[in-house]
């Protein structure tokens, strides 16, 4: 599979930061290498990258970065999602494998210029919806949901679970500080589970990162 | 097709807008019946019901709901959506087509509960990423598709196009009070068109309705 890159447009921090965040690490749960940003936000980057730092993978993210400079010099064909485009299932077919695709995705207004440099406009339905749900459905779609469960080798796991949550700490990886509280977790042998319940709890989920997004750090349930 | 209904939880009506509005407008195009909110916001109801009224179907939205309310009589499968739970991929087979679903949405915090009173609760991934992005690709592959470029008879139609916008007016549905602005863009036959450029503008677009989303009512390009 080819390299997926991200470029966000239209970013204003303040009030997009959800929404930009939503993009960054759905974009790197789908297989993206990494997001470009057009307007420089280093709270966005320092939350994105504490995400891949205890998640694991290698997702970049750059802010401050034009979309024309980013587009470029780059090899590779320009899909730029937008509710005018063509059909996506017809668009899917059309879009090279072999060589690495720059999504484009925008925030309120799109320039003109942006539909000509693409070299596929691609729409995800023709209602107005979420630029966060296009970009998953067309990256679900483009990968064919391959990313979805890959191995990160980050510091935690999730263990998928019909009714509770199993997060599975990679002995390796463990932080040393942390390493006498969380040997009291751990199983009586094998890998070191650092949070296992029969239950659901209601402890945050760890579904963004740092003081950007809505969650915050997460708290681990006793 | 069964009936999808969503619910969403944990929904503070400052914080979370844009994300809920993104979760009911995708929702909606990804062929949902209807989203019930937690938290009572009648500027996220308007929000909705504007978008629906201008580009059809019959999605309906409920806020000030409770999820316990919302899944007592309901005579269908729940589904919650959560990064700890089964692979979507395991999942989808077991889920029923001939029985309504009702798709549990969390923000922040889940209660224990919730894992609990689902019949599913199910990943989509097992990385944390966005609850828009898991919940469009779970709609997306338990529709197979078949929502996102259905008529739904409104007043406005997007019609797919690879260069630049095309937005058709349904006659029969146009608003009197705008006929006669309207009728100087009309083309000389057949069905009136609203707007039809070559190449995409730099007009909003109507990705978000009302004060209550990002952009605001959508300005037509001249």
Do not use: C
């Amino acid at each position: 599979m080819s390299d997926i890159w991200i470029m966000r447009i239209g970013h204003r921090p303040e009030r997009d930061k959800r929404v930009t965040t939503h993009v960054a690490l759905s974009s790197r749960a789908l297989g993206a290498r990494g997001i470009y940003v057009d307007t420089y936000d280093e709270v966005l980057e320092q939350n994105i990258r504490s995400v891949a730092e205890r998640f694991g993978g290698d997702y970049e993210i750059k802010t401050g970065v034009r979309w024309q400079d980013a587009t470029r010099g780059f090899k590779g064909k320009v899909v730029h999602l937008t509710m005018y485009g063509e059909r996506v299932d017809e668009a899917l077919p059309k879009i090279p494998r072999d060589e690495d695709i720059m999504i484009i995705v925008g925030a309120e207004k799109v320039p003109r210029e942006v539909y000509d440099r693409a070299d596929f406009n691609v729409s995800v339905g023709n209602q107005p919806h979420s630029e966060i749900a296009a970009l998953a459905i067309f990256l679900d779609r483009f990968t064919e949901g391959k990313a979805l469960y890959s191995d990160r080798h980050g510091k935690l796991t999730v263990v998928p679970n019909e009714r509770g949550k199993t997060v599975v700490e990679n002995p390796d990886r463990r932080r040393m500080r942390a390493a006498s509280h969380r040997r009291r977790l751990q199983a009586p042998g094998g890998r070191p589970l650092l949070h296992r319940e029969g239950r659901g709890g209601g402890d945050r989920l760890p579904h963004r990162g740092g003081r950007h997004g809505p969650g915050g750090r997460r708290r681990l349930a006793a």
